[in-house]
């Protein structure tokens, strides 16, 4: 019996969610599934390459898809976050929790310090968007954006 280890885990995870999102109307979309299913074999049996050293990539690879995410149509995003957070709470939940605490301390600090940080936001206002529940939250968290977008300019 294969152990349930973080690899494991996070291909459950990839697997989830791009079973979702291959039912999306949306080229990007499309493009990611495709890739996964490239790569998914020299995740789930590997050869030659140490399983934590997949598992950092992939955790990684996690890590960046709310990245990925904002080439996808906004309407197509949406379902497309939502889709992510739940397999993620499905078959990883302690990854959410430290997610969870990173947030926490952006929004203590009053200011987002890295291109991850903000993609860690950007994919929070994916999730909460058109949740009248969230009003205050989420006006936070665009507050963050924009600063964290000005100091471009």
Known sequence: ????????KLVAIFDQFHNFIAHLDDPTAKRLVENWEGVRRAYVTPV??????LAAGLEQGLR????????????????????????TSTNF???????????????????????NEYFLIRHQVDLLEGKP?????ILLL??????FEGQDT
């Open 1 to 8: 019996m294969a152990r349930n280890d973080k690899l494991i």
């Open 93 to 115: 939940p302690d990854f959410l929790a430290k997610d969870a605490e990173r947030l926490a301390k952006i929004k203590a600090r009053g200011s987002i310090r890295s291109e």
């Open 48 to 53: 030659g390459v140490p399983r934590s050293a």
């Open 133 to 137: 529940t969230q009003e205050q939250e």
């Open 142 to 147: 665009y507050e963050l954006v924009e600063k």
């Open 64 to 87: 960046d898809i709310p990245m990925l995410l904002q080439s996808i149509s906004p309407e197509a995003r949406k379902s497309a976050a939502q889709a992510l957070a739940e397999a």
